[in-house]
């Protein structure tokens, strides 16, 4: 008798289609109406909501959501963990025209470890979120975000910091914060924040 656990397969809805070539991690659900093209990468135990577009070549870690109705063109990476809401935006090409053809133009969008992206935010392509960032609902980032900063508005403006745990951070004079939901605590140093225990 094998004491080996038995690797999760995919779960892939009858109504998505998912292109030859695709590679789809263990534990993997995929919902109604979805379309994974040929080139595209998603890591394990992720969830991927009705309605959902990914792209050629564009790779997405392990353990995210992807809420409904959300296109990731070609260009985009997707860290692990990372949280997107339903009908987030992704662009791939910054001054779009019809009649121009910029397929050798696009350009990439990076979400590090653990990002969240709000319901109906815009990330316009060529910026990198870092590690746990949180960009708020309806927001429209234009340019690269620190590490747990918290964005909000249009255009996007830092307004605070969030701890890995999705809680808003008070630092005190001395620069230190604990997150109220995990108890872990964060230091503050020249605008940036990192992890003390």
């Not at 605590?185 to 924040?193: A, D, F, H, R, T």
Request: neutral net charge; proline residues 4%; contains cysteine.
């Amino acid at each position: 008798m094998s004491t080996d656990k038995e690797i999760p397969k995919p779960q892939i809805h009858p109504t998505a289609v998912v292109d030859e070539g695709a590679v789809i991690g263990a534990g993997t659900k995929i919902w109604h109406f979805c379309h994974i093209s040929g080139n595209a990468v998603l890591g394990e135990n992720c969830q991927v909501g009705q309605n959902v577009f990914i792209d050629n070549d564009v790779v997405v870690g392990s353990g995210v959501k992807i809420q409904n109705n959300v296109s990731l063109y070609k260009g985009v990476m997707v860290g692990d963990q990372c949280f997107i809401g339903p009908s987030a935006v992704f662009t791939n090409v910054i001054n779009p025209r019809s009649a121009v053809v910029r397929k050798t133009e696009f350009k990439a969008t990076l979400l590090e470890q653990g990002v969240s992206i709000g319901a109906n935010a815009t990330i316009v392509c060529g910026v990198k979120l870092g590690a746990f960032a949180f960009i708020g609902a309806g927001a429209v980032v234009t340019e690269d975000v620190k590490p747990y900063a918290l964005m909000v508005g249009v255009p996007a403006k830092q307004v605070g910091w969030m701890s890995e745990y999705g809680e808003k951070l008070a630092f005190d004079a001395q620069g230190h914060a604990v997150c109220l939901g995990s108890g872990v605590k964060y230091v503050l140093e020249n605008g940036q924040v990192k992890v003390v225990s």
